[in-house]
T-cell receptor
Framework: RKEVEQDPGPFNVPEGATVAFNCTYSNSASQSFFWYRQDCRKEPKLLMSVYSSGNEDGRFTAQLNRASQYISLLIRDSKLSDSATYLC????????????FGKGTHLIIQP | NAGVTQTPKFQVLKTGQSMTLQCAQD?????MYWYRQDPGMGLRLIYY???????DKGEVPNGYNVSRLNKREFSLRLESAAPSQTSVYFC??????????????FGPGTRLTVT
């Protein structure tokens, strides 16, 4: 079974702080990686794709470490609105059934 | 442009009852998916349709059937509901089967309770 592991948290972080969390994956042949955000009782939405060279989108930075088989998400200058569950998603193999979702990391930004 | 819509939003069934969850997308996407999400579990794929006219089993297909009615609509049927099927069901769509740069768009979910 394809495995994607995340620390469930919750991570309690003061507003304005920097927070980072990782996700490990077991299939070394995994091809694509994503971070999705899910607000309480809402649907998941794509936050960012994770590229081999790493990528940044505003306050968010995603990194991929293929040697150690993990991806990371860094959030700088955290806002109250960043409170959510962050899902790590890994694509292994071709086809529509190739996505494996992690259980998510719950982040709470405190004022 | 509504994106992905699902009906109903909430449903309570008794064990043994049947029902169909409806999903529609207006983004002209080729691929559609049904997931379930349970507490402490990641989203798990039930069935998917890579393109109109095709359907395939995902990780947890037992107890479910699907119909890709047309390019827009993909329904999920529970023939004889069981308490183990209590869950939140999400429909999703994507322009093409999952791959690099292919984003899945999710509907708002259906919260199903089977008593």
């Amino acid at each position: 079974r394809k495995e994607v592991e995340q620390d469930p948290g919750p991570f309690n972080v003061p507003e304005g702080a920097t927070v980072a969390f990782n996700c490990t994956y077991s299939n070394s042949a995994s091809q694509s990686f994503f971070w999705y955000r899910q607000d309480c009782r809402k649907e998941p939405k794509l936050l960012m794709s994770v590229y081999s060279s790493g990528n940044e989108d505003g306050r968010f930075t995603a990194q991929l470490n293929r040697a150690s088989q993990y991806i990371s998400l860094l959030i700088r200058d955290s806002k109250l609105s960043d409170s959510a569950t962050y899902l790590c998603v890994v694509l292994s193999g071709g086809g529509a059934d190739g996505l494996t979702f992690g259980k998510g990391t719950h982040l709470i930004i405190q004022p | 442009n509504a994106g992905v819509t699902q009906t109903p939003k909430f449903q309570v069934l008794k064990t043994g009852q049947s029902m169909t969850l409806q999903c529609a997308q207006d983004m002209n996407h080729n691929s559609m998916y049904w997931y379930r999400q349970d507490p402490g579990m990641g989203l798990r794929l039930i069935y998917y349709s890579a393109s109109e006219g095709t359907t395939d089993k995902g990780e947890v297909p037992n107890g479910y059937n699907v119909s890709r009615l047309n390019k827009r609509e993909f329904s999920l049927r529970l023939e004889s509901a069981a308490p183990s099927q209590t869950s939140v069901y999400f429909c999703a769509s994507s322009e093409a089967p999952s791959g690099v740069g292919i984003e899945q768009y999710f509907g708002p979910g259906t919260r199903l309770t089977v008593t």
